[in-house]
């Protein structure tokens, strides 16, 4: 985990001012949802039981322990929380000996933000261990705190994860944008205070107050994220910014 924070900040025209990018990671920068899913019915086959589709809706974005504990109950599995949660921490590992995919967008916004010096953090309900590997494709340097599932006692779809890395960034988090892919990170960065830029996964996420719903992170640059803040940080009769779908 990394914890140097970079001093400068992006100031929009008006005065408002983008403190810092606080990025979920699966779903949103690698697309990874079906690879989780994968895992998940893999192991409950191996169990003899079989998932149904309409769960995934359920037990995606969520902490391992809400996912696994749901999985458990809904099929009857006969299984410890614990165990089930190391056999599907290895089978995903294993789909990530095949390499890590990128979401489109995704190299080319951690350059940018990167270049430009703007704080960020990866914040994710991923434990620790596979955060640790998809770092190696992400790049650890292109993030200056990290914060996985398993390290707080509460992660999303509570607030702590996004204040966690708002104050560890020294960051207002009215002042932070957060890319986020399901409803249960959205809820997680809302609680906290940010202002959330939606690029839905598996479930549409409707546009709200503080939230705006992209069709994928291709459209999301630094000039765009700093209009967000700036929009939501104004009065609700301003002119929202631009790739805001309805």
């Not at 769960?55 to 929380?81: K, Q």
């Not at 995704?106 to 309900?125: D, G, I, K």
């Not at 939501?232 to 929202?240: A, K, L, V, W």
Request: hydrophobic share 40%; net charge negative.
């Amino acid at each position: 985990m990394t914890s140097s924070i970079p001093a400068p900040i992006t100031r929009t025209a008006d005065g408002a001012a983008l403190h810092a990018v606080l990025l979920d990671m699966d779903g949103t920068l690698v697309d990874t949802e079906e690879f989780w899913w994968d895992a998940e019915v893999e192991v409950f086959a191996e169990l003899g039981h079989e998932l149904e589709d309409t769960w995934r809706h359920i037990v995606v974005g969520g902490p391992m322990s809400r996912s696994a504990g749901f999985l458990i109950e809904a099929t009857g599995a006969g299984i410890p929380l614990g165990e089930l949660t190391v056999l599907l921490n290895a089978k995903f590992s294993e789909r990530l000996d095949h390499g890590v995919p990128l979401m489109p967008g995704t190299r080319r916004l951690l350059t940018e933000l990167a270049a430009h010096q703007v704080p960020t953090a990866l914040v994710s309900a991923t434990h620790r261990t596979v955060m640790d590997r998809m770092l190696r494709t992400l790049g650890p340097e292109n993030f200056a705190f990290t914060v996985a599932g398993d390290e707080l006692e509460r992660t999303k779809p509570h607030p702590d994860p996004y204040l966690l890395a708002a104050a560890r960034l020294g960051a207002e988090p009215g002042r932070c944008a957060v890319l986020e892919d399901t409803s249960t990170g959205v809820a997680s960065a809302e609680a906290a205070g940010c202002h959330v830029v939606a690029i839905p996964s598996v479930a549409p996420i409707a546009p709200g107050r503080h939230r705006t719903v992209v069709e994928s992170l291709e459209k999301v640059d630094l000039a765009f994220l700093t209009a967000v803040v700036a929009h939501h940080g104004r009065t609700s009769g301003s002119t929202p910014p631009r790739n805001e779908t309805h």
